[in-house]
């Protein structure tokens, strides 16, 4: 029951903004779908509440430490000094992409 609990006053939150509630008293009452008797409601099938799901995210940030000897000799290596450890994060990335994994799809 907690745990229930929880995951409509989660849902319940998100709702609320520093001015109110984002729903309209119409759209509750348009949501709610009208008026149910109690002895209608006693005997019903209990209904589980799922919150709607949100979208997965498009993009993930990728970070990690390395050392900076090995930048420098990766930017070496591609001719291309100074060129600093997001752009070879980001190199490194496309090139494994490009030549491990879609070319053994």
Do not use: H
């Not at 409509?8 to 939150?13: A, C």
């Not at 709702?15 to 149910?36: C, F, H, M, N, W």
């Not at 993930?60 to 430490?65: D, M, T």
């Amino acid at each position: 029951m907690v745990t229930v609990g929880r995951i409509i006053t989660g849902f319940l939150d998100k709702r609320y903004t520093g001015e109110g509630t984002e729903i309209a008293p119409s759209e509750l009452q348009d949501a709610s779908g009208g008026k149910v008797s109690v002895l209608a409601a006693a005997v019903a099938k209990p209904r589980a509440f799922k919150p709607p799901t949100t979208p997965a995210p498009k993009e993930i940030r990728i970070q990690y430490s390395a050392k900076v000897d090995d930048v420098r000799r990766i930017e070496s290596y591609l001719r291309q000094p100074g060129m600093g450890g997001s752009e070879v994060g980001r190199y490194t990335f496309n090139y494994f992409l490009k030549n491990e994994v879609k070319g053994n799809e």
